[in-house]
């Protein structure tokens, strides 16, 4: 990171989240088949993580496939073509893991990241042609790569800064987002790295402009406590700067954010497990790998926060966190 801008260290922390998502998948903890094209062949090897890092990773995207599995099951149900919202999406693979489930419910899927972001995306994908074959046959893009949606609309990628919202949604608009249909909008581990008022304009914004809308959000929280202390140092070893994260301090204050919204639920990351991961998950997931970390996975716990609040036709998703 020797002349990383602080926006370059903030795209970089994708390269982490898709090493996690690798190494979980590696052990077993999940299946993913595309997880390995955005890792390079040579960090692949040494993708392997903690079995605490592991454990956290696949409970962080159960939550939010979770959320996307009962927003297709209500649209469904409803009868109404729905599309999903996925803010500094990186190099997730949710929707490629979807894509039929999504069709069959005529969800559109948006993704958003920085420009570089969304071209290293795409250049993945390109250098894997049956991936890219099979997900994107006769994909079109703008002057600048930046943006690229598949022929039948049902996947757009748009390179944009959250910190400049209206300026991505009037782009979304060009690209067939409608903000009539009932929308589920993700933001997994992004809010704590765009500052504050951004983060207020575009929650606003959502609140005011998207009738049926539902946003689930997961961030880390940094109390100032011993715990917080230390992660804040793992972070800095990963090279992710301290005036970078803006990190809303406890579960409470997560909820205050989204007071206006109909129906609001937070929890942090132990709250969920209990709750959520049914015991047949927790039985297969306790015979990957050797766990003895009981209570740092606790301390852990307690220091992640999934918000999930909703409003108009999605507001009864509420009633299932
Ligand atoms: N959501 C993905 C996941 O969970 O795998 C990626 C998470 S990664 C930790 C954070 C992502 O947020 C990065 O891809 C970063 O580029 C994106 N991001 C942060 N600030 C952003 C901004 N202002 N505009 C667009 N994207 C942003």
Known sequence: HLHASPDDVVRGTDDVAALSRLSAVQVGYMTDAYAPVFVSSSAAHAARRP???????????????????????????????????????????RWMRFKDQLAAASVRYFEVDFPETVMHKISCLRRHRKVYAELLPGATFDGKHTTMATPNGQYTLLGGDLRAWLAVVERLSACGFDATRPT?????????????????????????????????????????????????RNLSEQGIELPGIHAVPTVDAH???????????????????????????????????????????????????????AQGSLAPLLDQF
């Open 184 to 232: 589920l909008v993700m933001a997994e581990c992004v809010l704590v790295y765009v500052d504050p008022p951004a983060v207020m304009t575009l929650l606003s914004w959502i609140q005011a402009q998207l009738p049926s809308a539902a946003i689930v959000s997961y961030d880390h929280i940094v109390p100032d406590d011993a715990f917080g202390q230390m992660m804040l």
């Open 51 to 93: 079995p605490l890092i592991n454990r956290g990773t696949f409970a962080r995207i159960h939550a939010f496939d979770r959320a996307l599995e009962l927003f297709i099951a209500r649209v469904t149900k409803d009868g109404v073509p729905g599309q999903v919202l996925s803010l500094g999406a990186g190099t997730d693979t």
């Open 255 to 309: 909820r205050a954010q989204l007071s206006e919204f109909a129906r609001v639920e937070t929890m942090d990351m132990n709250e969920y497990w209990a709750k959520h991961v049914p015991d047949e998950e927790k039985a297969r997931i306790a015979k990957l790998e050797i766990f003895d970390e009981i209570e740092e996975w606790i301390l852990m716990g307690r220091h992640y926060c999934l918000s999930v609040a």
